[in-house]
RNA sequence: UGGGGCGUGGCCAAGCGGCAAGGCGCGGGACUUUGGAUCCCGUAUUCGGAGGUUCGAAUCCUCCCGCCCCAACCA
């Protein structure tokens, strides 16, 4: 089934919009933002909040801003900004010109605080953040008032600005709103619309040393930008009542917010902090570590931005909480580049294959096919000569029950070859296999079998014509499916999440191959050119997924 | 009696009073020059639990149970 003709699965949120189209509430508009604080990199939850974002703007013709929440400079930074455009470009969504910042309202988000200290919503404090915390009660408490919640609306405008004017120092002073210190929701409680940080912001430079909070930011500037649909995680569902009661008292544009369940994947960890934990200790070489759930690692792993929308688009939007399996997101993978990504053999593990009654010195360029599943991407030649290297794993002695591959006496095809029997081994002193001996049958060139039962078929490569490479084979990061809920998170850390492999031979057609090219090496799974390592000459390999393996299963499972 | 959410198969998830979609996974089979792909078939007498309303409930009502989020001058 093709993408475009699967159905779409319903979800509550496209409900809720259809219904405010049907009621005209925004005159059927549909203005949704992706609204991101740059300080750290994007990932696949990120990846859902965006293909829900910008897909629901697309689906009713409207459109999806790109908003960064630049609202605490201690901890933003231009790299991350960089960083999330690229990712959200390569991701397959254009914010067109609607590229906007938190900091591009900073004045007129003043001049609405100025306004509510003169409606007396809002006064400036000067308790401390531990004063603060003392006062706001518990979940199960209401909070008390700070002494200075009822100074005059003139001492708090010339307090803010002189706040705005540097006079004091940080955390000597906040601008709160009024709102209630008995409420059972601990954001009505007097929140703080503005913190001192004498700190530069990496674009307003030191205009500002006030900056303003999260909620005090966020529903204005969607506001501003006339957002109509503010989608976000369910952690925001107990500021929507601030979200609403702030524009409600500035009466201007109202929004509406709507709360899905954030994504949550197998065997990894989803959080920024953890994310960037695990990049400066240097348990992962950096963001872009293939192993990282980041949408640059999984890039770099060799996912497609069509594989992650489909992933997305597959695992709906609901409320409930959720785990979804990393199967799901291989399987997407699997099922994108199989239809798409070209066939090469590459031999991870090799072992000297001496065919022995083909001449030395000959050479035949045999034809194969690039992918089977797309006629259009026709086919290439491969060399063959009388020393081949084939997998170690497909050459057993003894063979185990209803193992397929080669064994003494036994008969395979190699792949668009020549069909083989073996005829011996040689052992090196410590009786492992240095190489494997065969004759070949002329008769079945092209790997024909005329007529004749052949289970087997592996990939193979010419000794002296292949070329060495490396391949980097990938586990999921973390044993655990659930890493947060282990005692230590980190040490559930899957110490063979990476194995190297330097002494791959691949077949001469990958010489070329640029970086972030897919192929599938057939029979062990899609690989992308690290976009990073990779050099002509030195090629390295990432195994972005592995194709499904039944033999693994059978052998497992004890036949 | 803090507030706010959520509970449908192993994992996601439709369903919105008419008698349990779909996907992943898993099991079996067909086919196969990738033990790949593809194709069949199977996989919840039951919707957190108990009552109730109704000819009829996963869908409505009541109570109960469980899980998640909130006490940053983070977002």
Redesign the pocket.
Known sequence: ?SEEAREK????IR?IILEHNRTGRFGGRVVTRF???P?GYLHIGHAKAICIDFGMAQEFGGRCHLRF?D??P??ESQEYVDAIMRDVRWLGFDWGPHLYH?SDYFEQLYAWAVQLIKAGKAYV?????E???EH???????GRESPHRSRPAEESLDLLERMRRGEFE?????LRARIDMT?????LRD??MY???KAPHQRTGDAWCI?????W??GQSDSIEGVTHSICT????????LYDWYLDQLGVHHPQQI?F?RL?L?HTVMSK?KLLELVNAGLVTGWDDPRMPTLAGLRRRGYTPEAIRDFCE????????????V??L??CL??DL?RRAE?RMAVLRPLRLVVENYPEGKVEELPAIN???DPSAGSRRVPWSRVLYIEQDDFRDPPPP????LSPGAEV?L???YIVRCTGVTRAADGTVAEVRCEYDPA??????GGRR??????WVSASHSIGAEARLYDTLFTAPRPDEAEEWKSVLNPKSLEVLRSCRVEPALAGAPAEARF?F???GYFCVDARDSRPGALVFNRAVG?????A??EK?GG
């Open positions: 089934m699965p319903s979800n509550f409900d609204p991101p604080e300080n929440d609202t605490n201690t901890k938190a404090d000067e308790l401390t953040a004063e603060m915390r706001r009660g518990t979940l199960t408490e209401g940080e955390g000597a002073k906040t409420s059972g929701n601990l954001n929140p703080v913190r001192i940080r900056y303003p909070m999260y909620d930011a966020h369910l952690e925001y569902e107990d500021h929507r009542p709360e369940a949550n197998s902090r597959r695992i709906g939007v609901a409320k409930a909480d959720n785990l979804v399996q199967a799901l291989e399987h699997r099922e199989n066939r992918n089977p599943e209803k193992y397929f591959r095809r792949r668009y070859a079945s060139r092209g790997g024909d079998s052949v289970k087997g078929t592996l990939h599938q057939e029979r062990q194709l499904r393996d039944t033999w299963k059978i499972g």
